[in-house]
């Protein structure tokens, strides 16, 4: 028999906004599960040595800005996830931290429900943790892939050196950072967004506000989007597959 109130949680910085705790809380209720879910909204990650200390944990979902930072206090880490070099899941399992990567998992099934055949090309807004992992399925998936950020660097354009062609042959784009998350919903990656065209499949891993401004200056020149909502769904699931095996 399981051990009764079991606590899993999520790790980031503030994030009272997050979708976790709301979906866990409801499932464990609906299926009757003795468990409870907990944001640990830390402000450094050295904060978390004290929290594993305080609490008998039994998993946790990793979010921004920690995905590569809590690397370090992880005893393991499975083959996915280091080859991301970034982890969303921790499994607490015979005294080890093992890391996971289920958002790979879920991007990809979000995104097999958008692409059509001519999405050959991606341009990958970020290049913190949960980029590497959409820069993974693209290889899985066999989709060339650029970098964008704001600043210069080997193997990734900033968004002033985008040019007319980057745009035409890149028809798919994702944004991988928290730019134009609530309540900053005004925000948006700093795209030329009269280069958008019904050909582009725009994909927002924010999920609140459901339609960031990048999605809708998106929609406006007729391009498919989609935010990360289904996205964080399917990977939650993997999560907890994970943490119940």
Same mark, same amino acid.
């Given at each position: 028999?399981?051990?009764?109130?079991?606590?899993?949680?999520?790790?980031?910085?503030?994030?009272?906004?997050?979708?976790?705790?709301?979906?866990?809380?409801?499932?464990?209720?609906?299926?009757?599960?003795?468990?409870?879910?907990?944001?640990?909204?830390?402000?450094?990650?050295?904060?978390?040595?004290?929290?594993?200390?305080?609490?008998?944990?039994?998993?946790?979902?990793?979010?921004?800005?920690?995905?590569?930072?809590?690397?370090?206090?992880?005893?393991?880490?499975?083959?996915?996830?280091?080859?991301?070099?970034a982890v969303?899941?921790?499994?607490?399992?015979?005294?080890?931290?093992?890391?996971?990567?289920?958002?790979c998992i879920?991007?990809?099934?979000?995104?097999?429900?958008?692409?059509?055949?001519?999405?050959?090309?991606?341009?990958?807004?970020?290049?913190?943790?949960?980029?590497?992992?959409?820069?993974?399925?693209?290889?899985?998936?066999?989709?060339? @892939?650029?970098?964008? /950020?704001?600043?210069?660097? &080997?193997?990734?354009?900033? =968004?002033?050196?985008? +040019? $007319?062609?980057?745009?035409?042959?890149?028809?798919?784009?994702?944004?991988?950072?928290?730019?134009?998350?609530?309540?900053?919903?005004?925000?948006?990656?700093?795209?030329? @967004?009269?280069?958008? /065209?019904?050909?582009?499949? &725009?994909?927002?891993?924010? =999920?609140?506000?459901? +339609? $960031?401004?990048?999605?809708?200056?998106?929609?406006?020149?007729?391009?498919?989007?989609?935010?990360?909502?289904?996205?964080?769904?399917?990977?939650?699931?993997?999560?907890?597959?994970?943490?119940?095996?």
């Open positions: 028999m399981k051990e009764k109130n079991r606590v899993f949680g999520l790790l980031g910085r503030n994030i009272d906004y997050s979708f976790s705790r709301g979906y866990f809380s409801e499932k464990f209720e609906k299926e009757g599960i003795d468990a409870v879910y907990k944001n640990f909204d830390l402000q450094d990650i050295s904060e978390l040595s004290s929290v594993l200390e305080k609490q008998l944990i039994h998993g946790l979902n990793v979010t921004i800005p920690y995905k590569e930072e809590v690397i370090p206090y992880l005893d393991e880490l499975d083959k996915t996830a280091q080859k991301i070099s969303n899941t921790i499994v607490f399992k015979e005294g080890k931290r093992i890391g996971f990567n289920t958002d879920g991007f990809e099934r979000a995104l097999k429900t958008k692409l059509k055949p001519h999405h050959k090309k991606a341009l990958v807004l970020g290049t913190g943790g949960a980029s590497k992992a959409i820069c993974y399925v693209f290889e899985q998936l066999g989709i060339e @892939y650029q970098m964008v /950020s704001r600043t210069a660097g &080997l193997h990734k354009k900033t =968004y002033s050196q985008l +040019e $007319t062609n980057d745009y035409h042959t890149h028809s798919v784009i994702v944004n991988c950072t928290p730019v134009g998350t609530h309540p900053n919903v005004e925000d948006k990656p700093p795209l030329d @967004y009269s280069q958008i /065209s019904e050909k582009h499949l &725009l994909f927002d891993l924010i =999920y609140n506000p459901s +339609e $960031t401004r990048f999605l809708a200056l998106g929609k406006e020149c007729g391009a498919d989007t989609s935010n990360g909502l289904y996205m964080l769904q399917k990977q939650a699931e993997a999560a907890w597959e994970l943490w119940n095996r």
